[in-house]
T-cell receptor, first 114, second 111 residues
Framework: AQSVTQPDIHITVSEGASLELRCNYS??????LFWYVQSPGQGLQLLLK??????LVQGIKGFEAEFKRSQSSFNLRKPSVHWSDAAEYFC????????????FGTGTQLKVEL | DAGVIQSPRHEVTEMGQEVTLRCKPI?????LFWYRQTMMRGLELLIY????????DSGMPEDRFSAKMPNASFSTLKIQPSEPRDSAVYFC?????????FGSGTQLSVL
């Protein structure tokens, strides 16, 4: 069965600093990988996704993520964090066998200090 | 497109009452998902549909939960009877190409 681990429950960074959120997945083949962001009281918004091809994917709001098969990782990065990036971030994995069924990690709460 | 629309946004009910949550997916999407989010268990997939047909309901916690999708533009999640432990945020999401698009959720409180 597929699974996702987000080892950091909370992360605090200063505005303008760089950010990296960790995500490790478990799946028997090449998975589909996603990052979502959730602001308080809102649904989840898709930041970016990896299906195949270039292992460095660009998303919205200046985020990017890199798929590393050897490390089973899909870490999310942003070179300079803005106060509005404070939210909860979820990594998710789907099997390529079809069905679009996503399994989510437990999330990382990002706090941005001004 | 207006995105995935869920109603109501908030529902407060008493234990034992029937609760119905509603979802309108994005037009043209052929997958629909119901997720539940709690602090303790995170995001859990309850059930999903493909072309209005239930594909996997293994996440539905008990027989008290049921979901239907009578047509491509409407789905319901029903809890009968409701219990306090059902209190959570329930999300509906739809998909066409593998990326899920979520509604704003229904905050359910069972007293």
């Amino acid at each position: 069965a597929q699974s996702v681990t987000q080892p950091d429950i909370h992360i605090t960074v200063s505005e303008g600093a760089s950010l990296e959120l960790r995500c490790n997945y478990s799946y028997g083949a090449t998975p589909y990988l996603f990052w979502y962001v959730q602001s308080p009281g809102q649904g989840l918004q898709l930041l970016l996704k990896y299906f195949s091809g270039d292992t460095l994917v660009q998303g919205i709001k200046g985020f990017e993520a890199e798929f590393k098969r050897s490390q089973s990782s899909f870490n999310l990065r942003k070179p300079s964090v803005h106060w509005s990036d404070a939210a909860e971030y979820f990594c998710a994995v789907a099997g390529t066998g079809g069905g679009n069924k996503l399994t989510f990690g437990t999330g990382t709460q990002l706090k941005v200090e001004l | 497109d207006a995105g995935v629309i869920q109603s109501p946004r908030h529902e407060v009910t008493e234990m034992g009452q029937e609760v119905t949550l509603r979802c309108k997916p994005i037009s043209g999407h052929d997958y629909l998902f119901w997720y539940r989010q709690t602090m303790m268990r995170g995001l859990e997939l309850l059930i999903y549909f493909n072309n209005n047909v239930p594909i996997d309901d293994s996440g539905m916690p008990e027989d008290r939960f049921s979901a239907k999708m009578p047509n491509a533009s409407f789905s319901t999640l029903k809890i009968q009877p409701s219990e306090p432990r059902d209190s959570a945020v329930y999300f509906c999401a739809s998909s066409l190409t593998g990326s899920l698009f979520f509604g704003s959720g229904t905050q359910l409180s069972v007293l």
